[in-house]
């Protein structure tokens, strides 16, 4: 039996196999898997089941029975082997692998599935669901259920929370999606409509979704509206946007919604007043006549509605973005919004702001002790301060800063230093500082403010931006701050203070190498190096060999990551900040 290489994440398996430091010899844990390790691998599993054939009659259990347990006994007599050698052979650790491995299928051929209770082998099939990677996988997983034979095809669409979350994305009329619309019976639904990611190696854009066809998928779906949990719609052209917001304010009341985004992805990049053939449609649309008690989640992206008729209230998450500055609330009906939601825990604004006022003194601060992650981009300064005023959330954790260019940022930075004092996780996007004397003080004094700081994810980071987490915090403060005790203990100079000193983690994509190089060595010289350095796979092949050998020499361990999932630490600190709060973020 062949045992695969697992694929693994670290960047260095991207270059050739290491030398062993011992004897100059390659080593062979870098040319081949340890079998003992890998055996029970899924990636084993699935090339094996690969490559086995079909049963074609009934299976002798009796004789596979047998055969497991003259298995067993081999696989003792090797292993008593094993134990009296002086040393470890990777063909004896072979051999125990594949034997385990032989056994193992032998009692799942035999394990009696098909006596199970329904109830349990529904459980399973959940579980079967439930685990699947991403939604065209769980698509695939459900059709498999009901194709291995009569019972589980039974089994399968009996159970309703086994079809209740559909992913529109086959072509219209929608007939597989609309299928698992109708076998979800009166189960809670999670219905996404044309929600996906593109791939690098799609070679076209996806079908637009015309008004009519979306008028007619919706006709289909909002008959169902009192069991709706989740409506996601991602739409290309405002007149299909526009069918789609009059549908749903015309449909009945949404008693169990518990999450609604309505994306316009294509041009123009704000929502323009639409005219002909949709007269007979008004603007702004009122987005729900009825109060949804339910709602937690509200996501709007290009689009605008009738903020002052929208029946919001117990908000968790607000994310609004592209809103064209005369379709925004103003500033009294966005401090309502937010007053309506004392539990926000996320709040991301994208191009998106309430409407300007001349007397910023004017201006009230809602109190968001609840709010955790925090989203601020694509504005100018002026607009970013006044949302900044309307808002105290002194224990946000998660603070993204994204497309803030075109002139100096600075004062933001001044603004928000010593707000934001419990910040885990920094994401800087395009963001720009000019390079002067007092920028760098007040770059300094904000990095100071941020003591927990674990994780810095940045992209197109000005080189000078990111040398100032190299600075010496020392160096910046006034006499008044200055240590009283310059002298450890022991009589001997106190270690080097540094910024961020629980900085931890680094990612980077689409940014100069140079400046990553800089950051990555500057922080390993003044004793505080990052212990991991992640990677985007799409971003790897524009991290030269040389670059790569530098940052491995200056990092604990060098990580690939796929697409934009969340790493390990992103999930860890997503986590705390749910746990720090009563009211915890559904992520459906």
Not at 23 to 39: A, I, S, V
Not at 467 to 473: A, C, G, I, Y
Not at 525 to 534: D, E, N, R
Request: glycine share 2%; charged share 25%.
């Amino acid at each position: 039996m062949i045992f695969p290489q697992t694929p693994s994440t670290p960047a260095d398996n991207q270059d050739s196999p290491q030398r062993s430091p011992m004897d100059g010899q390659e080593n062979p844990r870098q040319l081949k898997p340890l079998p003992l390790e890998y055996f029970d691998s899924e990636v084993v599993l699935k090339a094996h089941l690969s490559r086995m054939d079909e049963p074609t009659g009934p299976i002798d259990i009796e004789l596979h029975k047998a055969r497991a347990q003259v298995l067993k006994v081999r696989i003792r007599d090797v292993e008593q082997l094993r134990a009296s050698m002086p040393y470890r052979s990777y063909d004896v650790d072979k051999e125990i692998a594949t034997l385990r491995y032989r056994r193992k299928i032998l009692l799942w051929v035999t394990f009696p599935i098909d006596e199970l209770p329904v109830e349990i082998l529904s459980n399973v099939f959940r579980y079967v669901v439930w685990s699947s990677e991403g939604a065209d996988q769980a698509t695939r997983h459900r059709l498999y259920l009901t194709w291995v034979s009569r019972h589980w095809r039974e089994v399968s669409i009996d159970d309703k929370t086994l079809w209740n979350s559909v992913w529109f994305r086959d072509k219209a009329p929608w007939t597989r999606s609309l299928a698992f619309l109708d076998r979800a019976g009166t189960a809670p639904l999670d219905l996404r409509i044309n929600e996906r990611e593109r791939r690098p190696t799609d070679k076209r854009a996806p079908t637009k979704i015309t008004p009519y066809q979306i008028q007619f998928l919706l006709d289909r779906v909002l008959r169902k509206v009192d069991q709706i949990r989740i409506l996601v719609i991602v739409l290309d052209t405002w007149q299909s946007t526009l069918v789609a917001l009059h549908k749903f304010s015309q449909c009945g009341l949404p008693v169990s919604m518990e999450r609604f985004e309505l994306h316009r992805t294509g041009k123009p990049f704000f929502w323009v007043a639409p005219s002909v053939p949709f007269r007979d449609i008004i603007t702004p649309v009122v987005l729900c006549r009825e109060t949804l008690p339910k709602l937690k989640w509200l996501c709007l992206n290009g689009i605008s509605v009738d903020w002052y008729r929208l029946p919001l209230t117990n908000l968790t998450t607000i994310d609004i973005r592209r809103i064209v500055p005369v379709e925004a609330p103003d500033s009294n009906r966005w401090v309502e919004m937010l007053k309506a939601s004392p539990n926000l825990f996320k709040l991301a604004l994208d191009a998106a702001w309430p409407q300007p006022v001349d007397d910023m003194a004017a201006v009230q601060r809602v109190e968001l002790p609840h709010l955790r992650d925090f989203l601020l981009g694509d504005m100018n300064l002026t607009c970013a301060m006044f949302v900044l005023a309307h808002m105290h959330a002194p224990r946000v954790m998660n603070l993204a800063l994204m497309n803030l260019g075109r002139e100096d940022f600075g004062p933001l930075f001044q603004a928000i230093t010593g707000h934001f004092t419990q910040i885990k996780l920094l994401s800087i996007y395009t963001v720009e500082i000019a390079r002067t004397a007092v920028n760098r003080r007040i770059m300094v004094k904000w990095m100071e403010s941020m003591p927990h700081l674990r994780m810095l994810k940045i992209a197109q980071a000005q080189t000078h931006l990111l040398k100032m987490f190299l600075e010496n915090p020392h160096d910046y403060r006034d006499p008044d701050e200055m240590d009283c005790n310059p002298t450890a203990p022991d009589g001997l100079p106190p270690p080097r203070p540094v910024l961020c000193p629980k900085l931890d983690y680094l990612l980077f994509l689409s940014q100069d190498n140079d400046s990553v190089v800089a950051l990555v060595e500057g922080r390993y010289a003044i004793g505080a190096p990052f212990s991991k350095l992640y990677i985007p796979q799409p971003h790897l092949p524009q991290v030269p060999e040389e670059i790569r050998r530098r940052l491995r020499m200056a990092v604990g361990e060098m990580l690939v990551t796929v697409n934009l999932a969340l790493t390990p630490p992103e999930e860890e600190i997503h986590a705390e900040m749910a746990a720090s709060v009563e009211v915890t973020e559904n992520s459906y």
